[in-house]
Every structure is written in C-alpha cells, then in structure tokens.
T-cell receptor, first 111, second 116 residues
C-alpha cells in the first residue's frame, strides 16, 4: 500500500494552543495537500505545497515539507473550537498514477 | 456558486442488491474522482475520469464496481451484488484538468451507504 500516514491519530488541545500534525509518505511526490473534514461533511482543501517548496503559509496554517525525510507537517496556530475536524494529507506521486490519502488526524479543540 | 453534489445522501440496501450513486461535478471541471471512506479509515481512491480519456480504474476493489461519466459531466458509480463490506461513505470530487500538477479537488458531501 502506498497510503500515507498521519500522526498523531488523535489530538486534543485547548483553544488558543497550537496544533501540529505530521504526515509521512513512501514515494517520490509531485505535491502534497492538506484537507479538512468536519464531521458529516465533505472534504475541504486547505493548502498545497509542491515538491520544490519547503514551507507555505495560509492564514493560521503553516505547512512544511521535507522531501529528504518524506514528511510534512501542518501547524494550526491559535486554535479555535471551529478547527475541530479530521485533517488529511494527500499527495500524487511523480507518475501521477495515484492520489493517496492518509488515515487522518482527529483534532479536538476544547473551549 | 454550486459545488459538487451527490445523491442520495444516504442509502440503506440489502446484501446482494445493486446500488447506483450519482455525482454532479462543478460545471467546467473536466476531472472527476470517486473515493470511498470506510469508518475510521482514510480515503481510498476508486476511479478517475479526465475529459474524454479512458478512465483510470485502478482503484476499483472488484468487478462488482463500475462507473460511468455521461457527456463529460454527471457520473454514476454502480455497485452490483452489494456486500456488507461495501458499507462506507462514497465521496465524489471534481477539479480542473492536470491533476498531476495538483489542481484542487472539490469534494461533494458524500453518500453514506449501509449494506444490511
């Protein structure tokens, strides 16, 4: 299986704290994307980072990519209760043959 | 504007019956994808349509699964002789062309399938 892996599987923090989620993968990638899924809802695209980029920001989100370690991290700063969701990393390999999702990290932000 | 829509939102069926799931992509999106998400699991790629090209069926788990895309727009995922392990949320997504360059995929709300 080429499935990516996120860790931790579940994360519970207090509102205002930062949340860090990690994603590891096994192949050479073209790009890596992070998605959010609220309970009972569809997936929402958060941010895309290309294989030649090392860091990218979008609002309170910061994504890093280390291709030598085949890993990426998603940092949510100053978390809010509304950030409670599952977060998935997804990527395409260099052949574009697969769009692979990890199992996700369930984030709970407590008020 | 209208996003990706899927129907039905929920489907309960008996083992052995056939089901059809529908996806309406965003207008102008030539790429369409089907995924499956079992309870507590990550997303599993099923099939990918890009324009008039032959679909990438590499993710379909068995020959009971098939999908069509008529007129380059609406798609139907059909599961024949459903089994209990087919129970999952089936998600559809669409995007502009060139998925290998990472075009954002926009997801529908999914169809929850329960096979009794």
């Amino acid at each position: 299986s080429q499935q990516g892996e996120e860790d931790p599987q579940a994360l519970s923090i207090q509102e205002g704290e930062n949340a860090t989620m990690n994603c590891s993968y096994k192949t050479s990638i073209n790009n890596l994307q992070w998605y959010r899924q609220n309970s009972g809802r569809g997936l929402v695209h958060l941010i895309l980072i290309r294989s030649n980029e090392r860091e990218k920001h979008s609002g309170r989100l910061r994504v890093t990519l280390d291709t030598s370690k085949k890993s990426s991290s998603l940092l949510i700063t100053a978390s809010r209760a509304a950030d409670t969701a599952s977060y998935f990393c997804a990527y395409t390999d260099n052949y574009g043959q697969n769009f692979v999702f990890g199992p996700g990290t369930r984030l709970s932000v407590l008020p | 504007g209208a996003g990706v829509s899927q129907s039905p939102s929920n489907k309960v069926t008996e083992k052995g019956k056939d089901v059809e799931l529908r996806c309406d992509p965003i207008s102008g999106h030539t790429a369409l994808y089907w995924y499956r998400q079992s309870l507590g699991q990550g997303l599993e790629f099923l099939i990918y349509f890009q324009g008039n090209s032959a679909p990438d069926k590499s993710g379909l788990p068995s020959d009971r699964f098939s999908a069509e895309r008529t007129g380059g727009s609406v798609s139907t995922l059909t599961i024949q002789r459903t089994q209990q392990e087919d129970s999952a949320v089936y998600l559809c997504a669409s995007s502009l062309p060139s998925w290998t360059t990472g075009e954002t995929q926009y997801f529908g709300p999914g169809t929850r399938l329960l096979v009794l």
